[in-house]
């Protein structure tokens, strides 16, 4: 008998404990899923709204760094999809400012670095002539910063290959340097090991079109 | 037994999975004029619940959450909101009014007078790098700022002459701090380089009038210089120019960069080969350098150091205008320095300082036919500025500043031994304050003045600055700007006699501008009142009084688009000036001989990706000026040809860190005339002989290569072109 009204306390206390595991692993299951959202977007307002998503999961969380990075990576998709200059530097503004908080909780990520990249190299596009100058080189300085943080991160060497080949196109010169890299960003996709479920996976098509290109 | 056991179960169940009953939030965000908002943010505060609004502002999502939570909106460009809401199962709606924030990139700027250059801000009218790549410029600043409405063009001065004033009535502030000479020395007639490379900002403020109360001492125009903040790539970049070389080297550090650049300049293997108006003795030899230290320090704070120094020589043989049978050998030395600190950092959130001090040293020997003239300026700035927001809708700066010069020339004849020294001190102290008062995004008004005490001419006084700004759209907008300013009188005349007052100008300027991503279009009137200035009797200028005045007026029309040809982009400037002074030793008021009605000019920059080449090309026209012909009655009444002028350019990247450059002025060989000169007593005959003051050769020609070395691939020099 006594065993019996021990079932019901049985049965709570799991369901609590169901509870609290679901609470925890809320993040990445909500990380996840949208993560997969952003890389089917192709609007700016599909891009806009995954991104207030995230920003809303990085406040609530405080203390994950994934959040705010996949904001700020959202935030440059968006500037892509956007036509408009003067839209488009708001929202790399908004990138860098997620990038920002990204990098004080997890400080020495390259991932971090290599995205910080990406946003310059978006500038150039708002206004190559004037600015092309300043922000290609900043854009160059992350890549290797971000190769010299983690010479595994695919990602780092596809944005440096893809800046070494636009340079190497632009001056007409040689592009073997670029589709080295290329080939080396290529190699790391293949054996890409991501350290958590929700370690960045993207940019294998863009070094893979560009090692194409190369051959 | 069991079913109680079972009833027990449910029951904690129920109790548990109420936790999982939803609250449905609902409703829509809206401006303050009541358009839909979409894309903005509304979240329960501290919980992943949310929503993002559609197209139409609307909005919906549910919660699990109980009790009290805070719902919170944000959207970039708004304010954000805040509700406290009681979560209990029943459905929410709730409308959103945000309300606008005043932001530096949607609110409306004031550009009366303003012409910005700055790769940062997006809605400038000129980048930085404008002034590197402009035709007929040879990366001179000033040089640039010529193809701008409101500046005459004054070719044998190569400074800045804006709307009916004279040279030195623009000055030149870098990080905010005066520079006392900012231009090189040169031969008399042919025009000077500015001492300071484009390359070396990242912003450029030109203002040809209304300027803020932070700037003094200048009754027409402000040129207001930001230095770059620290380098990102160490670099060394090497260039061998037609006219000499320079090496320069970056070295940067995490949180620090040093730069250092020596250039020298010899003009004699040029003058070799390209005829020369002028007959050389020493043809201008140059050695310049300069130094720039950047830290970061702590979370804001920024320290710069700068100093520059040039030492140049040149010597040159004249006809003697008085006696042409005779030459006279002029000879001039140059020593110069100046060196700057700057200090910013924030005060708190919402409050920052920045401040500084700046010493310039200039020695200035010259020699006529042994008649010896010592010319020494020492100037010490020293200046600190507070600013920051007192709400979301006004801003406001306040600051002090002190400037002390101390003059000294010394005189000394070859035929008689005498010796004359003229020197002066002069310490202005200033106190300025400034409030921008944003009604909304589109209205805005600036209120400032600006109180001095001059201790030489023991003046105090107070000029009153005030300007508004309104934006009919997001392409168009109006500005209005008046100001009263004050100038000492130039050292030439401070010097025989301190006995006087500043002279004053007051500016009344009305401007439309039009800016369509790359299309800007400006049109600006002026009224502008020269009150106090310094007259005299011929040959009596020690005996000078503030009895001068005069007045300019005008209108301004710009227009640039780098929208319409592909890879093109151009520039027209067109400015109308009316002025007339009775100044110095005038005999009426007529118009000044710098100045010309109609000026005009055309700049054309060409990309051409194929051959990796950018051609430019720069037209200018200036109308007649007025000079005085002492064989004719009437004062000021003769006029010299029109000037015109095309330049072209070219620079050519074979590598990425190569560049080849090659401009050259005048390519159509005018012979410019810029005005006359005549000898002080006629001739036998009665004539007052005179003669043409020219262009110091017809062209001007310059090759340039430069090499960057450097980590980072596919970095050159073209910026600092």
């Given amino acids: 008998m006594k065993k019996l009204t021990i079932i019901p306390l049985v049965i709570a206390v799991l369901m609590l404990l169901a509870k609290l595991a679901?609470?925890?692993?809320?993040?990445?299951?909500?990380?996840?899923k949208n993560i997969e959202e952003v890389y089917r977007a192709k609007t700016v307002e599909e891009f806009q709204s995954l991104a207030n998503t995230f920003h809303r999961i990085a406040e609530a969380e405080k203390t994950k760094w994934e959040a705010f990075y996949y904001e700020a990576y959202t935030?440059?998709?968006?500037?892509?999809?956007?036509?408009?200059?003067?839209?488009?530097?708001?929202?790399?503004?908004?990138?860098?400012?997620?990038?920002?908080?990204?990098?004080?909780?997890?400080?020495?990520?390259?991932?971090?670095?290599?995205?910080?990249?990406?946003?310059?190299?978006?500038?150039?596009?708002?206004?190559?002539?004037?600015?092309?100058?300043?922000?290609?080189?900043?854009?160059?300085?992350?890549?290797?910063?971000?190769?010299?943080?983690?010479?595994?991160?695919?990602?780092?060497?596809?944005?440096?290959?893809?800046?070494?080949?636009?340079?190497?196109?632009?001056?007409?010169?040689?592009?073997?340097?670029?589709?080295?890299?290329?080939?080396?960003?290529?190699?790391?996709?293949?054996?890409?090991?991501?350290?958590?479920?929700?370690?960045?996976?993207?940019?294998?098509?863009?070094?893979?079109?560009?090692?194409?290109?190369?051959? | 037994m069991i079913r109680s056991l079972l009833h027990t179960s449910l029951a904690l169940l129920i109790t548990l999975s109420a936790g999982f009953a939803q609250t449905l939030i609902s409703g829509n965000v809206m401006d303050e004029k009541g358009e839909a908002i979409p894309g903005a943010n509304v979240s329960l505060k501290d919980t992943y619940d949310g929503a993002s609004t559609g197209i139409d502002g609307g909005f919906r999502f549910s919660t699990q959450e109980k009790g009290k939570h805070i719902l919170l909106v944000t959207f970039i460009g708004y304010k954000n909101y805040e509700e406290v809401l009681e979560l209990a199962s029943t459905a929410l709606t709730i409308n959103i009014v945000l309300k606008e924030s005043i932001n530096q990139l949607e609110a409306v700027t004031i550009t009366a007078g303003a012409f910005t250059a700055s790769d940062e801000s997006r809605r400038t009218v000129f980048k930085a790098l404008d002034i590197a790549t402009t035709a007929g410029a040879t990366a001179d600043i000033a040089g640039a700022l010529n193809t701008l409405p409101g500046t005459q063009k004054v070719g044998e001065s190569g400074r800045l002459f804006v709307r009916g004033g004279e040279g030195n009535e623009t000055r030149t502030f870098i990080d905010g701090l005066v520079v006392l000479d900012a231009y090189g020395p040169a031969a008399p007639d042919t025009p000077s380089r500015g001492r300071f490379l484009p390359f070396m900002f990242k912003g450029t403020s030109f203002s040809t009038g209304g300027y803020s109360a932070e700037y003094g001492q200048a009754l027409s125009s402000a040129l207001v210089l930001d230095s770059k903040d620290k380098q990102e790539a160490t670099r060394t970049d090497l260039g061998i120019l037609s006219v000499g070389g320079d090496v320069a080297h970056t070295q940067v550090w995490d949180r620090a960069s040093l730069a250092g650049k020596i250039q020298y300049t010899n003009i004699r293997p040029y003058y070799g080969l390209i005829n020369q108006e002028i007959d050389w003795v020493k043809p201008f030899v140059s050695l310049e350098g300069s130094s720039a230290y950047r830290k970061e320090i702590g979370k804001h704070g920024m320290l710069k150091a700068y100093g520059n120094f040039s030492s140049s020589a040149l010597g040159l043989r004249q006809v003697n205008i008085e006696n042409p049978a005779q030459t006279q050998v002029l000879s001039l030395d140059n020593d110069y320095a100046y060196a700057n600190t700057f200090y910013k950092d924030q005060l708190s959130e919402k409050w920052a300082i920045r401040g500084g001090?700046?010493?310039?040293?200039?020695?200035?020997?010259?020699?006529?036919?042994?008649?010896?003239?010592?010319?020494?300026?020492?100037?010490?700035?020293?200046?600190?500025?507070?600013?920051?927001?007192?709400?979301?809708?006004?801003?406001?700066?306040?600051?002090a500043e002190v400037i002390t010069r101390s003059y000294e020339q010394v005189f000394r004849s070859s035929i008689f031994p005498l010796e004359r020294t003229l020197a002066f001190t002069e310490s202005i102290t200033a106190l300025f304050t400034e409030g921008d008062i944003y009604a909304s995004n589109a209205f805005v008004t600036r209120v400032g003045v600006r109180a001095e005490h001059n201790s030489l001419l023991n003046e105090v006084s107070v000029d009153p600055r005030i300007s508004f700004g309104y934006k009919l759209n997001n392409e168009g907008q109006f500005s209005l700007a008046y100001g009263t300013f004050r100038q000492s009188p130039k050292n030439d005349w401070l010097k025989l006699n301190t006995n006087l007052g500043q002279e004053r100008a007051q500016h009344y300027i009305a401007n439309y501008q039009f800016i369509d991503n790359n299309r800007t279009f400006r049109i600006e009137t002026y009224?502008?009142?020269?009150?106090?200035?310094?007259k005299?009797?011929?040959?009596?200028?020690?005996?000078?009084?503030?009895?001068?005045?005069?007045?300019?007026?005008?209108?301004?029309?710009?227009?640039?688009?780098?929208?319409?040809?592909?890879?093109?982009?151009?520039?027209?400037?067109?400015?109308?000036?009316?002025?007339?002074?009775?100044?110095?030793?005038?005999?009426?008021?007529?118009?000044?001989?710098?100045?010309?009605?109609?000026?005009?000019?055309v700049v054309y920059k060409h990309f051409i990706s194929k051959w990796k080449m950018q051609l430019g090309a720069t037209y200018s026209y200036s109308s007649p000026r007025p000079y005085h012909n002492p064989n004719e009655d009437a004062f000021m009444?003769?006029?010299?040809?029109?000037?015109?002028?095309?330049?072209?350019?070219?620079?050519?990247?074979?590598?990425?860190?190569?560049?080849?450059?090659?401009?050259?002025?005048?390519?159509?060989?005018r012979d410019n005339i810029f005005g006359y000169e005549y000898a002080a007593t006629p001739d036998a005959s009665g004539v007052f002989s005179g003669r043409a003051i020219r262009q110091p050769a017809r062209n001007f020609l310059f090759l340039g290569v430069f090499i960057t070395l450097s980590k980072d691939k596919g970095m050159s020099q073209l910026p600092s072109l």
């Fill in chain 1, 22 to 32: 679901l609470a925890t692993d809320r993040y990445t299951e909500v990380m996840q």
């Fill in chain 1, 75 to 215: 935030y440059v998709m968006m500037a892509n999809a956007e036509v408009d200059a003067v839209k488009k530097d708001v929202m790399l503004d908004a990138s860098l400012k997620a990038l920002e908080n990204a990098k004080n909780l997890q400080p020495g990520e390259s991932e971090i670095v290599a995205l910080e990249g990406f946003v310059h190299m978006m500038r150039v596009t708002v206004d190559p002539a004037s600015r092309g100058q300043q922000y290609s080189g900043m854009a160059f300085q992350s890549f290797n910063k971000a190769v010299a943080m983690n010479p595994e991160n695919p990602r780092a060497l596809a944005l440096l290959a893809q800046m070494e080949f636009g340079t190497a196109q632009f001056f007409g010169s040689s592009t073997t340097d670029a589709c080295a890299t290329a080939s080396k960003a290529v190699e790391k996709f293949e054996n890409q090991k991501p350290t958590s479920l929700l370690s960045p996976m993207w940019g294998k098509n863009m070094a893979q079109a560009l090692n194409n290109k190369c051959q």
């Fill in chain 2, 357 to 399: 001090l700046s010493y310039t040293y200039l020695n200035n020997d010259a020699v006529l036919d042994g008649n010896q003239a010592d010319e020494k300026e020492e100037g010490l700035h020293a200046k600190t500025v507070v600013e920051g927001s007192l709400s979301d809708r006004v801003e406001v700066k306040a600051g």
């Fill in chain 2, 527 to 534: 009224y502008k009142a020269y009150r106090q200035l310094i």
């Fill in chain 2, 536 to 601: 005299f009797t011929p040959g009596q200028p020690a005996l000078s009084n503030n009895g001068g005045n005069g007045y300019a007026r005008g209108f301004e029309l710009f227009w640039r688009d780098r929208e319409s040809l592909k890879r093109v982009d151009y520039w027209i400037s067109y400015s109308y000036l009316d002025t007339k002074r009775n100044y110095l030793d005038y005999a009426a008021s007529v118009m000044p001989s710098f100045a010309s009605a109609h000026n005009f000019s």
């Fill in chain 2, 637 to 669: 009444n003769s006029r010299t040809p029109a000037y015109h002028d095309l330049s072209i350019n070219i620079s050519y990247l074979p590598k990425p860190h190569v560049i080849v450059y090659a401009s050259c002025t005048n390519i159509l060989g």
